[in-house]
């Protein structure tokens, strides 16, 4: 699996003219999931990026979590972090197909809940327009691979 995760001052996302999902400050998470991932990775990988410090504390440091920071999560199902780029045109075999994703999706969305977030949603598949003030900005890539 792999998440770029944002830190935001706010964050939506809208499909078909409505706002599905919306944030204050918190966490824009993009996560992909790729071909032979497992329940395993969506846990490790929630609680990795829940228990993720970089939120400023009363001295200016990147020392506060989540729930230190009073911030939310906003999810986005994005299949083309695992894009293939070797051509002019992605690829995107790499990426699981729905009937594997989404049920991984859905559980590092309840994982995150679990751990005591507030968590928003895009819908999985749907064409989106999100939106987000990033906050620093602090982008932070993961991957399951590499943790």
Do not use: W
């Amino acid at each position: 699996m792999r998440a770029v995760v944002t830190r935001v001052s706010s964050a939506s996302v809208t499909i078909d003219g409505a706002v599905s999902g919306a944030i204050d400050n918190g966490f824009l998470i993009l996560l992909g999931i790729k071909n032979g991932d497992t329940e395993t990775e969506a846990k490790k990988l929630a609680a990795k990026i829940c228990n993720l410090r970089v939120f400023s504390d009363n001295d200016g440091k990147m020392n506060l979590d989540l729930v230190a920071s009073g911030g939310s999560i906003l999810v986005i199902s994005q299949f083309t972090l695992y894009a293939d780029c070797k051509s002019r045109r992605p690829g995107f075999t790499e990426a699981a197909r729905p009937d594997t994703a989404i049920p991984l999706y859905e559980l590092f969305i309840r994982e995150c809940k679990a751990l005591g977030h507030t968590v928003e949603t895009g819908e999985f598949g749907a064409m989106m327009d999100v939106a987000s003030v990033n906050d620093g900005p602090v982008t932070i890539l993961f991957d399951t691979e590499t943790m």
